[in-house]
């Protein structure tokens, strides 16, 4: 079924076969009568939702909080920690972290906190870059943008955020030294991969513990990054106040980033969603005091993100304020009944009181959020709003 098809459909014709949509799901029953409601329903089925969804977001300007080229420097910076560690592996000699690398680190830390920490109303904003090689030390880059941002929110010293920046950066860096293949996989890990991956903060303490200038926080930050205040993670099964509260913060911050990230195997959890799953995590597992600081730092709604409001229409958030960001602007994409053409207007949440965000979806990939609402409702004749169909709400042009 296209729409070119469904142009031939006169109304007073009678349906000589069934008529499904691309997905295969019935639209119209062959025998029906066409009249004006199921061929106006039929064109706004077919309409180029791809066009309007471009339009709308090419006006959209985004400013990330780093600008790519530090994020390139900083995540290069990590990248040759991990490197020379496995080279002097492979070499035989003892894996240690160079001075010169860790300097390098600390300048990368004193850029990114400058940054962060010059004023108040910045936000954390989840990047939507695909998976790619260097995800690892993307990640420990980003972990550690939100670690500064959440323990400068708790009210941490320069001194303190410092180490707290470098625990972050280093996180990980066990994993330099599990089974050579396991950090770059591009699939998920079996039941005997994730043993050995798990040993990767053991790894990291092994690398670090006697290298002194190393603060103590940061070596029990890389040790403990994935014990849960429940006493289910790992290393040891620490519980509760066993766990240092700038280890909670990094941890915290860690699995935020993981589960927001594309990977090439999922895709990325919304923001929102991200926080009500750790929510419930912050019942037992996570530092709840934490969570409540991270989550004032962290955008919920980013300019760029495909959204269903709660009267049934779709759109792009284009802006926000800093002091209320779960009420950003948005273009909406909404049908015209008059013109039969989808059209992009903007609308200020913050002056609409009545309506909310209820759903979000991923620009790049809106067909799958358009074609996830049951189309065999579409010609229910007890159900005529298409708004709560396709995700669209009518304009009424007059
Ligand atoms: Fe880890």
Not at 151 to 159: F, P, Q, R, T, V
């Amino acid at each position: 079924m296209t729409l070119k098809n469904s142009d031939e459909l006169e109304p007073g014709n009678e349906v000589k076969e069934d008529i499904f949509n691309r997905d295969g799901s019935l639209l119209v029953s062959r025998g029906t009568i066409i009249n004006y409601e199921i061929t106006s329903k039929l064109k706004k089925h077919d309409i180029n939702f791809g066009a309007a969804v471009e339009e709308a977001a090419s006006s959209i300007q985004s400013t990330p909080l780093i600008e790519e080229e530090k994020m390139q420097t900083s995540i290069r910076a990590v990248q040759n920690v991990f490197e020379s560690v496995m080279q002097r592996d492979v070499g035989g000699v003892k894996a240690n972290i160079p001075e010169d690398q860790l300097a390098l680190v600390g300048e990368v830390i004193a850029d990114l906190m400058a940054i962060l920490m010059r004023s108040e109303d910045l936000l954390y904003t989840v990047t939507n870059l695909m998976a790619s090689d260097d995800y690892t030390y993307r990640h420990s880059v980003n972990v550690c943008i939100l670690s500064i941002m959440t323990a400068n929110a708790m009210g941490y010293s320069d001194g303190e955020i410092r180490d707290i920046a470098l625990g972050s950066l280093l996180h990980d860096i066990g994993k330099a030294n599990v089974k050579y293949g396991l950090i770059q996989k591009p699939s998920p890990l079996t039941e005997s991969e994730k043993e050995e991956m798990m040993k990767h903060s053991e790894y990291g303490y092994e690398l670090i513990k006697d290298i002194e200038i190393i603060p103590y926080s940061v070596k029990q930050i890389v040790r403990f990054h994935h014990e849960k205040l429940d006493g289910s993670g790992y290393p040891l099964g620490l519980k509760k106040m066993e766990i240092p509260e700038y280890v909670r913060i990094v941890t915290l911050c860690d699995m935020f980033d993981a589960m927001t990230a594309n990977r090439s195997y999922r895709k990325r959890m919304p923001v929102h969603l991200a926080l009500e799953v750790l929510m419930r995590d912050a019942v037992y597992k996570i530092d709840a005091g934490v969570y409540r600081k991270m989550t004032s730092t962290v955008c919920i709604f980013p300019p760029g993100q495909g959204v269903l409001l709660s009267d049934g229409r779709v759109g792009i958030v284009s802006a926000y304020r800093i002091h209320s960001p779960s009420r950003p602007k948005v273009k909406l994409i909404e049908f015209c009944l008059k013109t039969g053409q989808l059209e992009v207007t903007e609308i200020n949440l913050e002056a609409c009181h009545t309506l909310f965000i209820v759903d979000t979806w991923d620009v790049a990939d809106f067909n799958s959020f358009f074609t996830r609402i049951p189309e065999k409702e579409f010609f229910d004749p007890e159900n005529v709003d298409v708004g709560t169909v396709i995700g669209l709400k009518q304009t009424n042009v007059s």
